[in-house]
Structure formats: C-alpha cells, structure tokens
C-alpha cells in the first residue's frame, strides 16, 4: 500500500513519460485515451466538481476499429461509448460504459475483450471505476473508490487477478484524480480555445494498479473526413507521447471535433508491430449539433 501527494505542474514544466509501456496496452485503451483531450490547467487542480456543460445521458457512440499489419487493412474489432442516468449512495449520477471487442482475425495477433465503466456525480466528481479485460489467457478486474477530504483527492484501487491474487493500492493527491472515462466527461465542459499550439499537459490518472501521470501536446486544427462516411470535420488534434531516453515518440494521435460535442472521430495508434485506427461509426444522443462539420 502506498500514499504519495503530488505537486501541480504547469503545462510547461518537466513533462512526465506517459503510462503507456505494451502496444496490447495501447490498443485496448484506444478509445478511452481520448478521454483525457480537452483537459485544461483547472481540470487538475484539486476541485473535482464542475458544472456539466457537454452530454446528457441516453449519448451514444459507435467505432470500428482497424489494424494494419505488413501493409494490409483488417477490421479488428468495434467499440461502444453510451452514457445512463443512475444512482450511487442514493444519490442521481451518471455511468459511463465502454464496451471493446477484437474480431476473430484480430485474435490472431491477441484477444481483447474490455468492458470500462465509471460513476461520476452529476457535479462530474469521479465516485466509481471498474474495468474488466481479457487479455491473452489473463482476465484482470481493477476498481477504484473515489473520496474527497478538504480539497485532496484519495483513490483506493484494487486488481482481482487470473489466479486471484489481490492487489491494493492508496493514493492522495492536491489535483483531481480521474480514470479514463471520468475525465471525458469533465474535460468536455471546457473551452479548447485556451490551447496554443505546442502546450504540453500533464495530468494524474488512475493506470492499472496505480496512479501515473500522463502526458499531451496540442498540435494544431485540421480538417479530417472519416472513413467510409464522407463527411469531414474541423478537429482539434492532441498527441500522446511517451519518453525513452529522454527522446519524444509519438503514441496515439486523436481528432476531436473543434464544437461544443468535443467528439473523437479518429485515433491514430503507432505500435510497436503495427499500426491501427479508430473512426467514429455512429452518434446518437448528442447534446449539440456537429457544426464542426465543413463537408458532407
């Protein structure tokens, strides 16, 4: 078991290598990486609670998910993002389920089968998280239980592995501590017309059975058309890096729809046997119009 209390960094401070470490790692959390996007320097201040400005419940999405391996495409699998209303300690919340399954020819390079939820307050204060994974012959189930003590965060954590094992970890932290899914749903609510070109973020996020700091740089607008769809979107992109002797490799590229949806409709995956892509297939239930749209 292990306590630590961290400092706020500013966004052009020493920057932290990302979690990241196994290309498996990084294609089951495809999805959820978006999550951390629109983060400003006051999501990571230690106040957890802000007002919801960007979904409502009965939201929608749907992805296809795409590797190439030796220069051939194969489709790999789908992903699902929907947000309920629900109740945690009496109190009205929302869950947020991601559901990822690999397809039987991506099987062949491994088996994925993720199911991430998280409960957050209707005020977005992370309460509840749990993710399920199958990986390989492996199948670990991480928890983490989210309280608040004058303006700290504390986070216990749990694994249930294969062959039972359990595995405990408590952290403290002065900023907001937020899993993959929690953190969407805060980050949303913000305005990217803070960001310059080149900001770099840091941001602390619960990683398996333990808290990590994790690290982005805003790269710029640009227009993107989604696979198969036709229709190109003005998209805010954001890089997730990681640090190898102390050289910069870029991980996973996201597109974000530059309007108040705050929308991912493609990742770009960079992995270490290939490589892989995430486009936005369906959504339902938005709160807004896509007035980032410039082409149909």
Known sequence: MKTTKRILPTRTGTVAAAGVKKSRQLWMLCIGWVVVLLATPALLQAQCAAENKAFNAGESLEYDLHFNWKLVWVKAGTAS?????????????????????GSKRA?????????????????????????????????????????????VSHIRQQRVSTDGTVSVNEETDSRCIHDMLSILAHARSFNAADFREGDRIVFPMTVGKKVEDQTLIYRGKQNITVEGKKV????????????KKKKEKEVITFFITDDDNHLPVRLDLFLNFGSAKAFLNTASGNRYPFNSIVKK
């Open 107 to 151: 099987d062949f390079f491994f088996k994925m089968r993720d199911t991430i939820s998280s409960t957050i307050s209707q005020r977005l204060e992370p309460l509840y998280y749990r993710k399920g994974a199958e990986e390989g012959k492996r199948y670990n189930v991480d928890e983490a239980w989210y309280s608040y003590q004058n303006g």
């Open 232 to 243: 190109t979107y003005r998209c805010l992109v954001f890089s997730l890096v990681e640090y």
């Open 81 to 101: 993002l929907k947000t309920t209303a629900t109740t945690y300690n009496s109190q009205p919340a929302y869950k947020i389920d991601l559901l990822a399954n």
